[in-house]
Nanobody
Framework: QVQLVESGGGSAQAGGSLSLSCTIS????????TGWFRQAPGKEREGVAF????????YYADSVKGRFTISQHNANNTVVLRMDSLKPEDTAMYYC?????????????????????WGRGTQVTVDS
């Protein structure tokens, strides 16, 4: 059973920073497409940032480009999302996901495939 354990998140002021961490219990993050979705109340789940090709390729949604940075740490099978210059519209539940069957797409990262493994989610709240 693959488990994705998320940590980080919480509350921040607009303009502040937070980091999210996702540790994968089994499998090799270096061969997967891994990253983060988010879902705000009343909105659809959207892909935020993904890392693939052994960490050499990254996808960012337009809404977070230049503010969020995704990185991969093979030694402990972990992916980290550093979020800077936070905005109130970044407020959402953030979910880590990984997939070894479907590849990341350069135009949208990872879709909500049935073969995705998911974390339970961690809340990010940005106050104005």
């Amino acid at each position: 059973q693959v488990q994705l354990v998320e940590s980080g998140g919480g509350s921040a002021q607009a303009g502040g920073s937070l980091s999210l961490s996702c540790t994968i219990s089994r499998g090799n993050v270096n061969t997967a497409c891994t990253g983060w979705f988010r879902q705000a109340p009343g909105k659809e789940r959207e892909g935020v940032a993904f890392i693939y090709h052994g960490g050499k390729s990254k996808y960012y949604a337009d809404s977070v480009k230049g503010r969020f940075t995704i990185s991969q740490h093979n030694a402990n099978n972990t992916v980290v999302l550093r979020m800077d210059s936070l905005k109130p519209e970044d407020t959402a539940m953030y979910y880590c996901a990984t997939n070894w069957v479907r590849s990341c797409n350069e135009n949208y990262g990872l879709a909500t495939y049935d073969t995705n493994y998911w974390g339970r989610g961690t809340q990010v709240t940005v106050d104005s």
